[in-house]
Nanobody
Framework: EVQIVETGGGLVQAGGSLRLSCAAS????????IAWFLQSPGKEREKVSCINTGDDSTHYPDSVNGRFTVSSDNAKNTVYLQMNSLHAEDTAVYYCAAQRFYGLNCPSEFDYWGQGTQVTVSS
């Protein structure tokens, strides 16, 4: 059984930092696309980063570029999202999603999802 578990969320002041972790079991994160999404109440889910562990490429939307960094530790089968200079608008539930992937860039769909971790940024 595949399990994706996100940890590291919490309450932080605007301008602060958090590091989220995405640990997988039953699924190797090598040769995969792993993305982080956020979802705020009443809004569409938004992808904020993706890492392709096959070619070690990372991808970000303009809204977070320079503030968020995604990385992987294959030995720990874990992906991290380092979030700096957090804004109140970054408040959301953050989800990790994974997909076996051998292509370039990142997959467009993901089979495996975690339950999410809440990030709250106070202004």
């Amino acid at each position: 059984e595949v399990q994706i578990v996100e940890t590291g969320g919490g309450l932080v002041q605007a301008g602060g930092s958090l590091r989220l972790s995405c640990a997988a079991s039953g699924f190797s994160l090598a040769d995969a696309g792993i993305a982080w999404f956020l979802q705020s109440p009443g809004k569409e889910r938004e992808k904020v980063s993706c890492i392709n562990t096959g070619d070690d490429s990372t991808h970000y939307p303009d809204s977070v570029n320079g503030r968020f960094t995604v990385s992987s530790d294959n030995a720990k089968n874990t992906v991290y999202l380092q979030m700096n200079s957090l804004h109140a608008e970054d408040t959301a539930v953050y989800y990790c999603a994974a997909q076996r992937f051998y292509g370039l860039n990142c997959p467009s769909e993901f089979d495996y999802w975690g339950q999410g971790t809440q990030v709250t940024v106070s202004s």
